[in-house]
């Protein structure tokens, strides 16, 4: 819903924070925001509804281009306290917050491309990480 609100034009957001977001248009029409993207790198529900971005690479590129930013990135860590449970994730990897962010941007772009197993194995919902990094997230701007 906050891409959708982004793309029509509303600019009544300091900053946003979406979780599976999807991709609406390819930039908004009121310019930079600052952003923190979580989306799962192998999320089923992206196939189940034919939108074909199970990793997040399309639904990023909105976000970089509105904010202006580079392809290059330096990774950050999330407070992970609440994931000392997780052991894998969902592709049998060890467990990867995936979080980095942008360079060059116009407002600070952060993406967290995670393998939490959240929701059953969909990879869809908020990570274990995921509300700590959000409130970190707005705390720092």
């Not at 891409?3 to 599976?20: E, I, T």
């Not at 999807?22 to 908004?28: F, L, M, R």
């Not at 917050?97 to 993406?111: I, L, N, P, Q």
Request: with cysteine; hydrophobic share 35%; glycine share 10%.
């Amino acid at each position: 819903m906050i891409a959708q609100l982004l793309c029509s034009g509303d600019g009544d957001f300091d900053a946003v924070a979406p979780v599976a977001s999807s991709v609406y248009c390819s930039k908004w029409k009121k310019g930079a925001i600052p952003a923190l993207v979580i989306h799962g790198v192998m999320d089923s529900e992206r196939a189940a509804y034919g939108l074909n971005d199970g990793n997040g690479a399309k639904d990023i590129q909105t976000y970089l281009m509105s904010n202006m930013c580079s392809t290059t990135s330096t990774p950050f860590d999330p407070v992970l306290t609440s994931c000392t449970s997780v052991k894998t994730g969902i592709d049998n990897k060890p467990f990867d917050d995936g979080c980095v962010e942008f360079t060059g941007c116009s407002a600070k772009t952060r993406w967290c491309n995670h393998n939490d197993p959240q929701y059953g194995t969909s990879n869809h919902g908020i990570p274990c990480f995921g509300v700590r990094a959000i409130y970190d997230f707005f705390e720092s701007l």
